[in-house]
């Protein structure tokens, strides 16, 4: 089991920056890859990005490319989701979750957080 705890989120302005970070304790050994997804109410789960703890191979959503950074501190076991140039449409609970593989499917994510607010006002 792999305990996940997220921070970081909060109201900010368009255009402005956030950085998330998740803090993972527990069985972090099974753990192959981390990600973040976010959702909205009514919407289902969407893939965020994603990288592996070890060779530090990342992914990302298309409507992310250029704007979120996602990182890791192996030493702390912890993953950042650094985000810039926020939108509006960004708004959401952003979660953060560990695989034992690398893909961007929520189902195969078996360890979640319990998610952090993040608010972009236009």
């Known amino acids: 089991q792999v305990h996940l705890v997220e921070s970081g989120g909060g109201l900010v302005q368009a255009g402005g920056s956030l950085r998330l970070s998740c803090a993972a304790s527990?069985?972090?050994?099974?753990?192959?890859?981390m990600a973040w997804f976010r959702q909205t109410p009514g919407k289902e789960r969407e893939f965020v990005a994603a990288i592996t703890w070890s060779g530090g191979t990342t992914n990302y959503a298309d409507s992310v490319k250029g704007r979120f950074t996602i990182s890791r501190d192996n030493a702390k076991n912890a993953v950042y989701l650094q985000m810039n140039s926020l939108k509006p449409e960004d708004t959401a609970i952003y979660y953060c979750a560990t695989s034992g593989f690398f893909t961007t499917v929520v189902k195969y994510y078996h360890s979640w957080g319990q998610g952090t607010q993040v608010t972009v006002s236009s």
């Open positions: 527990g069985r972090t050994s099974s753990s192959y890859a």
